[in-house]
């Protein structure tokens, strides 16, 4: 398991490489740190690509790599991969005072595929609070869930992310 999740991780970063050079300035890469409802701390690693841009619903692709902490030990995590859109563009915002440049208020919505244990489930994020300058994007508190056809597996909240575009 660990050395096939190895293999998958070397394989996103080199990757990561590719996707800058067929799409130049809508590549980032981001670290994010979160946590769970069955009580771990989670922090990611995610790359993601914007192949064009709209006036609204813009669409990108994200693939992701996370830890956890347990109570005992810093493990691997697992996997997500899958898409989203940003819902909509807002310059005007009462936000201002959370970043020290002018931001756009960019609300977005993900979802795909979450490998964890084994075990491909669904995943969903809608990040309420995402705010976009030049060349970075700012996540804060953005609910996400894990489901399988049995259900809701587990809730979390990602506490921040930090994206920067390239």
């Known amino acids: ?24 300035n809508h590549f980032g890469a981001s670290i994010a740190l979160g946590g769970r409802s069955d009580s771990m701390l ?8 914007i192949p064009f841009h709209l006036d609204f619903m813009t669409p990108f692709l994200f693939a992701e790599a996370y830890v956890q902490l347990s109570d005992t030990a810093l493990e691997f995590g697992g996997l997500r991969g899958g898409g989203g859109f940003e819902i909509m563009y807002i310059s005007e915002h009462p936000f201002g005072f959370l970043a020290a440049n002018p931001t756009v208020w960019s609300p977005a919505l993900f979802g795909g595929i979450s490998y964890e244990d084994h075990v491909l489930q669904g995943y969903m994020r809608f990040s309420i609070f995402r705010f976009m300058e030049k060349d970075a994007i700012y996540e804060y508190l953005s609910p996400f869930c894990d489901f399988s056809k049995a259900g809701l597996e587990r809730l979390g909240v990602l506490l921040f992310r930090f994206s920067g575009l390239f």
């Open 1 to 24: 398991m660990k050395k096939s999740c190895i293999v998958i991780l070397v394989f996103i970063a080199a990757s990561a490489s590719l996707w800058a050079a067929v799409f130049p």
């Open 42 to 49: 989670q922090t990611s690693l995610s790359f993601s690509v």
